[in-house]
């Protein structure tokens, strides 16, 4: 039996490109000290939730913060290993910008997230799935496999991200990642969400704060998420993998995209010079 995984999903949603690097020539995971510091809080909080599922009380924030160090550190570690794994395709640009991050500074805007968390959200939610791994059959000898970090008591999901500026209003409902769990909740349950919340951790030094985008009675299209899965794995299996990012995009600049030279490389030799030149650094 085959597996395709969320993660893979939605790097082929943000990315094709990114895709073929990572899983179909097994390249090495792209090094970044604030993936570590989200890593931190989404574990800090997930072993928080399975806790008070358990005594109804969980950790105070003192604690959350011990545990949030603790994790952030082990994860560094490995960032320090990945980093020189990764070294020989990463740019001078990206390089400089993960020296300047400043670890301190993450720390110190964890420990603010966790306070604003922990006043303002913890007490509205009783948890009842958390790290919940579900398991869906899409076509014949493969399967989509993932997990939902937490849903309450009520059957809504929620999805906690963080970020350092107050995001604009969204549309959940078109969220893929959002559309895919509703599908994991449902393999799992055997019905519907009665509701969704994305859930920001605003991590000001000034003002963190807690914003969040809700849905009640959200309407799942199953057969539109699952033909829009079927038309990905088709796509990876007759290798189309293109970056769809405008030329000056951020997210594809030398300082932010650790695969930015690839990207360069596979447009000047295409395809399949670029697969059959890098094939051989695919992990066994």
Known sequence: MKHVSFTQLMTYIRCPEH????????????????????????????????????????????????????????????YALELEEARHLLSKEYLLKEKEADVGEMLELGMKGIDVYFKEMNPK????????????????????????????TKDVIHEMKTTRKSPNMQDIRNDAQLAIYQLGFQSLTKKLPKGISKDYIVMSKKDPKIVRFQVARPFLDRQAVLGTIHSILSAVQNNIFYCLHPAESWICSKEWCGYYGLHKELRTLGLQRFIAKYTKYKRR
């Open 19 to 78: 895709y073929l690097f990572r899983y179909k020539l097994g390249m090495q995971r792209l090094p970044r000290k604030v993936l570590k510091h989200g890593f931190a809080l989404h574990e800090t909080f997930a072993y928080h939730f399975d806790q008070k599922k358990k005594d109804g009380k969980g950790l105070n924030a003192k604690e959350a913060k011990e545990f949030f160090v603790e994790v952030f550190r082990s994860a560094l570690e490995d």
């Open 125 to 152: 939610i009783k948890p009842n799935l958390i790290e919940a791994s579900f398991s869906i059959p899409l076509q014949k000898g493969i399967r989509l496999i993932g997990n939902i970090d937490l849903t309450d």
